[in-house]
């Protein structure tokens, strides 16, 4: 039920920018994307979400196609400790709470 | 603000024991959540609250499985008897359920091993 696809993994260097990308061909107007990320051995983070328009935070940017069958992630200066697997969800937005359905995300390995 | 709490943070245990694991969601969350993590299967979600309230258990793999949430400051995750494939992390997560604002915090884990 996970609704997204993402590449299995992903290699960058540390000091580059890491584009994570999602595809959600299936999404529907009133789900949103939400990204979070799980170091390991520990508890998932929560990184951003949006629903059309591109979102900016202190720890990532997200960019959605305007079509919003797919978007990005981008971590504008990757560090070692942004090595993770990065999850790409969807889902709507509800007032008891939202059931987020985890995929296999994408195991990212950022290299000195 | 110490965060979600769990414990234990590893329990080992013998096959038909009962195991019961423990949350301490963020104060004035309102919604609590219950993950399950393997290798094979990833992160699943087994049952959700909503203000105490057991919203959706269909993730619950049998019922083996039981969750309760007597206040908004506990809930338990109780497997009865417990078995080798039952071994996993589970994870506790609370939010405070707005829409579109749902940033869901995760406790740390409980690591379980049933022999």
């Known amino acids: 039920d996970a609704k997204t696809t993402q590449p299995t993994s992903m290699d960058c260097a540390e000091g580059r920018a890491a584009n994570l990308p999602c595809n959600h061909s299936?999404?529907?107007?009133?789900?949103?994307v939400y990204w979070y990320r799980q170091i390991h051995s520990q508890g998932p983070q929560y990184i951003i979400h949006?629903?059309?328009n591109n979102e900016t935070n202190e720890m990532a940017s997200l960019i959605i196609t305007e079509d919003r069958k797919s978007s990005t992630l981008i971590l504008p200066h990757a560090t070692l400790r942004d090595t993770a697997v990065y999850y790409c969800?969807?889902?709507?937005?509800?007032?008891?709470?939202?059931?987020?359905?985890f995929g296999t995300g994408t195991s990212l390995t950022v290299i000195p | 603000d110490a965060g979600v709490i769990q414990s234990p943070r590893h329990e080992v245990t013998e096959m038909g024991q009962e195991v019961t694991l423990r949350c301490k969601p963020i104060?004035?969350?309102?919604?609590l959540f219950w993950y399950r993590q393997t290798m094979m299967r990833g992160l699943e979600l087994l049952i959700y609250?909503?203000?105490?309230?057991?919203?959706?258990d269909s993730g619950m793999p049998e019922d083996r499985f039981s969750a309760k949430m007597p206040n908004a400051s506990f809930s338990t995750l109780k497997i009865q008897p417990s078995e080798p494939r039952d071994s996993a992390v589970y994870f506790c997560?609370?939010?405070?359920?707005?829409?579109?604002?749902?940033?869901?915090?995760f406790g740390p884990g409980t690591r379980l091993t049933v022999l």
């Open positions: 997560a609370s939010s405070f359920g707005l829409a579109e604002v749902n940033e869901q915090f």
């Open positions: 969800i969807v889902r709507v937005g509800s007032n008891t709470g939202n059931q987020f359905y």
């Open positions: 299936t999404i529907s107007g009133n789900e949103y």
């Open positions: 949006g629903l059309k």
């Open positions: 609250f909503n203000n105490n309230v057991p919203i959706d």
């Open positions: 104060s004035g969350h309102n919604s």
